[in-house]
């Protein structure tokens, strides 16, 4: 029996005989798994593709599925799963056209292929977990078509983009072009932490800011430079300085918090808020020719602590105003910020955490330094008292 919706076009090329012949051949080869030990299998680590087509979604799709259309499956499959050993389960409407591309799969060199018998309405009716999407307009279809159609983030993880909400500390050098590049890629809401006013001097790095904006309160300059970006993401701006006092209060209500601060003690006071709140702390700085990021999260990896235990003395390292920078050095660096932050909003890619990238202008290089948690960390060790550390 032919299920229903798009499944139905094979009748109009395939002669019926000959396609029920080629499904019941196929049952005799491809393996068919219940829903809910698909379920099981993908705790296990397997790979769940839901085949059907667009249109056909609306309904819902199995929680932790990944959509590849049909006719795009062959072309994507190498993306989703390099690995040919890596189990995959395929789904579609009612358990047709998984079989068919189960078959397909297998000819491809993948060896553990399954279809998931009954499809979709099969897990619907066994109450197993589904999400039912939120339509994406035809100007976001259009804006981030370019990421859309990228399996590991299709439409389902655009709308975890425009429902997540970043905090940047500070709108300088790094918060600049990390804050352009995550507002361009559609995340929902954007906080701007800083205090300061745009000054002419900034403006050979900090690219967000702009001549006429000279004189405004940053966090206002940069709302206009972002909403002139993406006028459909929300900026909340905080204009105060981001201190011991206050950093646990402003960081809680967001999904990442980006640490792009020039000085130790604003570091510091957020790297403690967001190992109590377990936040992901996404890091970076700079000097003259040199940069260096870091994912620090809590669970996850070691603290900016544990790489960095004390404070350091006062004018162990000069601010840009005496030290100077490369004006196009805070741009690479914050592009890594902005990649690490999608990459954890998506649940993509392996985060750095536990590694310190360094970045040598001059040299041309990048040198990845790995470091573990340090078990007497006065942070993360013990995140209750993190106030009382200084």
Known sequence: MLEASTDMSFAGRIPMSSLQTRLAGLKQTIPEVAPRTALDLMAQGALLIDVRERD???????TGAHHVGRSFLELRIGELAPDPERPV?????????????ADSLQQLGYR????????????????LPFELPRPLDAQARER????????EIGERGQRRLLDSKVLLIGAGGLGSPAAMYLAAAGVGMLGIVDSDRVERSNLHRQVLHADARTGS???????AGLEAINPAVAIEPHETRLDRDNAEDICRSYDVVVDGSDNFTTRYAV????VALGVPDVYGSIHRFEGQASVFWHGHGPCYRCLYPELPPPGIAPPCSEAGVLGVLPG????????????????????LTGRL??????????????FKADPHCSCCASPTLTRAAS
Do not use: M
């Open 56 to 62: 056909e979604l609306g309904a819902g799709s199995p």
């Open 89 to 101: 389960l395929l789904i579609c409407a009612s358990g047709t056209r998984s079989l068919l591309a």
């Open 112 to 127: 553990d292929v399954r279809s998931v018998a009954g499809g979709f309405k099969r897990w619907q009716n066994d109450g």
């Open 144 to 151: 981030y078509a370019r990421q859309i159609v990228l399996p």
């Open 217 to 223: 309160a940053k966090v206002a300059s940069a709302r």
């Open 271 to 274: 790297n403690d808020a967001c």
């Open 332 to 351: 690479v660096i914050g592009l890594l910020l902005a990649t690490e932050t999608l990459k954890i909003l998506l649940g993509i890619g392996e985060p």
């Open 357 to 370: 990238l360094h970045f040598d202008a001059l040299a041309g290089k990048f040198r990845s330094l790995k």
